[in-house]
């Protein structure tokens, strides 16, 4: 690979910036500075350092989050603190993205990455990715709501929803559900309530396709993705 586009890779910026480190004699492989961009390297074999300092190389990197409410699902905000600010600058220099967003107030499951070909195979209508929230309504939620979500139910905008499976844990003047959507439509989960007459007053998501949200995760807490989670989401 080339040099340039190793270092850009991991976050030392644009091919530009890269050139400039370059020049400064920044750079260095097996010890020995380098100052042309165009230098081939491997980067499993050799040593690559800027200013001394080993560059951890890797082209990807994938991030399970327990989101907070709060922070908004985005990359940059000029109001509000976003998923990507609560990253170590060490992750935030690769440039990830949510996979998805979830509402400012909705806590759960998100995953975080700049893997971009991933990142829409699991957003595809087409490939059906389940995502199943908790939530707390207010009203009392019946076997006719689940009924009509299999269905599919008109919203406020007159898109008629994908079928939804609905799990009732307790009905009452105010129930707990469990629901799997397969897609992510706008408010799609608090808006499908309001076709029924109900209102969500608490929503968090448990999961997405095979990967869960891992219970020993605090609000705003992260982990890198185990091989094994990454392996089930891509080959799901």
Same mark, same amino acid.
């Given at each position: 690979?080339?040099?340039?586009? *190793?270092? @850009?890779?991991?976050?030392?910026?644009?091919?530009?910036?890269?050139?400039?480190?370059?020049?400064?004699?920044?750079?260095?492989?097996?010890?020995?500075?380098?100052?042309?961009?165009?230098?081939?390297?491997?980067?499993? @074999?050799?040593?690559?350092?800027?200013?001394?300092?080993?560059?951890?190389?890797?082209?990807?990197?994938?991030?399970?989050?327990?989101? #907070?409410?709060?922070?908004?699902?985005?990359? &940059?905000?000029?109001?509000?603190?976003?998923?990507?600010? *609560?990253?170590?600058?060490?992750?935030?220099?690769?440039?990830?993205?949510?996979?998805?967003?979830?509402?400012?107030?909705?806590?759960? *499951?998100?995953?975080?990455?700049?893997?971009?070909?991933?990142?829409?195979?699991?957003?595809? #209508?087409?490939?059906?990715?389940?995502?199943?929230?908790?939530?707390?309504? &207010?009203?009392?939620?019946?076997?006719?709501?689940?009924?009509?979500?299999?269905?599919?139910?008109?919203?406020?905008?007159?898109?008629?929803?994908?079928?939804?499976?609905?799990?009732?844990?307790? @009905?009452?003047?105010?129930? &707990?559900?469990?629901?799997?959507?397969?897609?992510?439509?706008?408010?799609?989960?608090?808006?499908?309530?309001?076709?029924?007459?109900?209102?969500?007053?608490?929503?968090?998501?448990?999961?997405?396709?095979?990967?869960?949200?891992? #219970?020993?995760?605090?609000?705003?807490?992260?982990?890198?993705?185990?091989?094994?989670?990454?392996?089930?989401?891509?080959?799901?």
């Amino acid at each position: 690979m080339r040099i340039d586009k *190793l270092l @850009s890779n991991s976050g030392f910026g644009s091919r530009k910036d890269v050139k400039a480190l370059l020049k400064q004699g920044a750079v260095s492989v097996d010890g020995v500075p380098v100052k042309d961009p165009a230098l081939h390297v491997d980067p499993d @074999s050799g040593e690559v350092t800027v200013y001394g300092d080993p560059v951890d190389y890797r082209e990807f990197i994938y991030v399970m989050m327990h989101k #907070p409410p709060g922070v908004i699902s985005a990359t &940059e905000d000029t109001r509000d603190r976003t998923v990507v600010d *609560l990253l170590p600058y060490e992750y935030r220099r690769f440039k990830p993205f949510p996979v998805g967003r979830l509402d400012k107030d909705t806590e759960g *499951l998100l995953l975080l990455t700049n893997d971009g070909k991933l990142s829409h195979e699991l957003l595809s #209508p087409k490939k059906h990715v389940g995502k199943t929230y908790y939530a707390v309504i &207010e009203g009392e939620v019946t076997e006719a709501d689940g009924a009509a979500f299999r269905q599919g139910v008109e919203l406020d905008d007159g898109y008629v929803t994908k079928p939804a499976e609905l799990s009732i844990l307790r @009905s009452g003047p105010e129930s &707990e559900i469990e629901l799997t959507i397969t897609e992510g439509k706008y408010h799609q989960v608090k808006r499908m309530f309001e076709s029924r007459g109900k209102q969500v007053t608490y929503l968090k998501r448990l999961t997405m396709g095979p990967l869960e949200l891992d #219970p020993a995760l605090g609000k705003g807490e992260w982990r890198e993705l185990s091989e094994d989670e990454l392996t089930a989401l891509k080959n799901r």
